[in-house]
């Protein structure tokens, strides 16, 4: 089994990361091959909305994403991991959910070799793990619409600090519980 992790966090080593590669850890002692990739690291474009890979199944915008498309198409899961800024995921964040569009054919069906399983770990300072619950739902319900088999989101709340997770050991099991239910 393969397992993707993306971060999209601007800050290298922060919550975000650590939460994402404990769920990966928890992959890695059942035996999958885990990879980790940090969105902020990566030269990724905006979707221009040209609609040429509905047409062709390609996007034409020559950057990272092509690797990242690769590197989706031949994981049996993946784990997207995202700080909440202004009540949604980071700007690097949404530039790769936009890019997934590429997966959607003219008639919405799926252009992903599936199944693919899907975690969405999320950081944010607000303690109350609740707060945003809707928003979570709803990016459940994306990664649903695009035919991936969601398997839950996890919230560490009140991780303001770069090192505050560190602190939620619960949070972190399960975490890893996650991983090795993939």
Do not use: H
Not at 142 to 159: E, K, N, P, R
Request: charged share 25%.
């Amino acid at each position: 089994m393969k397992v993707l992790g993306l971060v999209g966090s601007p800050r290298v080593a922060g919550n975000t990361e650590k939460l994402v590669n404990a769920i990966l850890a928890g992959a890695a002692e059942n035996g999958a091959e885990t990879n980790l990739y940090n969105l902020s690291s990566l030269d990724l474009s905006p979707c221009r909305g040209c609609m040429t890979c509905k047409a062709e199944g390609k996007c034409v915008i020559d950057d990272d994403m092509q690797e990242l498309y690769e590197e989706v198409q031949a994981a049996d899961a993946i784990v997207l991991g995202s700080p909440l800024y202004m009540w949604e995921i980071t700007a690097q964040t949404k530039l790769f959910v936009d890019r997934l569009v590429a997966f959607i054919k003219p008639d919405f069906s799926t252009r992903l070799n599936m199944p693919k399983k899907f975690v969405l770990a999320y950081t944010q300072g607000n303690p109350d793990p609740n707060t945003f619950k809707q928003y979570f739902d709803y990016m459940e319900g994306l990664f649903s619409f695009m035919q991936f088999d969601v398997q839950g989101s996890i919230v560490a709340a009140g991780t303001r600090e770069k090192e505050d997770i560190l602190a939620q050991e619960a949070v972190l099991a399960r975490a890893k519980e996650m991983g090795k239910n993939l």
